[in-house]
């Protein structure tokens, strides 16, 4: 995916903070599950063509070795930060970079990332509510991106259907190839 054709860019941690902080268990591996839990949620919440268009970022300090710092997963397009000192200047780059900032939506409740998506006149959302909203089955994205999908999909739905059936020549040449003229 083109990062500057995102439509929703998620501050991985900053989600996640609010359910497992890191005092709160001394598991070696809880920020492993919770990446996954968070990752299973966007799977099983966001539609199809939404999750294409997404980006999740994390801070590259325990990347998992297998991934490399960027790869698609759980339908979803996954960043860790490497290179960069921390996730939020990541996430402001491809900001800057989004070639339509008003369709684009910022979860994070970081105010630096805030202040530069409005910046861009892009959508924000506080992590927490967003996330409450999307398990509760409310999807949240930029004002109209979700209705502009829909109408996209159902375009390319009648084009498939209309591409699969047979043209007004090969119909008569049915009809006359059966005698039915």
Aim: include cysteine.
């Amino acid at each position: 995916m083109n990062p500057s054709q995102s439509i929703l860019l998620i501050d991985g941690y900053n989600v996640i903070a609010p359910a497992a902080p890191p005092g709160r268990c001394a598991d070696p591996l809880w920020l492993h599950r919770e990446r996954e839990r968070l990752l299973g949620r966007l799977r099983d919440h966001l539609p199809e063509q939404v999750r294409r268009l997404t980006i999740v970022i994390f801070d590259a300090a325990n990347p998992p070795i297998v991934s490399g710092h960027q790869h698609s997963g759980f339908g979803v397009n996954i960043r860790f930060a490497v290179g960069y000192p921390e996730a939020d200047d990541l996430i402001e780059e491809l900001i800057v970079a989004c070639a339509t900032p008003k369709r684009l939506a910022v979860v994070s409740s970081d105010h630096r990332l805030q202040v530069s998506a409005k910046r861009r006149s892009a959508t924000v959302y506080d992590s927490e509510a967003w996330l409450d909203h999307l398990v509760a089955g409310r999807v949240r994205l930029a004002p109209g991106v979700f209705d502009r999908l829909v109408v996209r999909q159902q375009e390319k739905n009648e084009q498939d259907e209309s591409s699969s059936l047979p043209s007004q020549k090969e119909v008569n040449a049915w009809l006359k190839e059966f005698d039915l003229e």
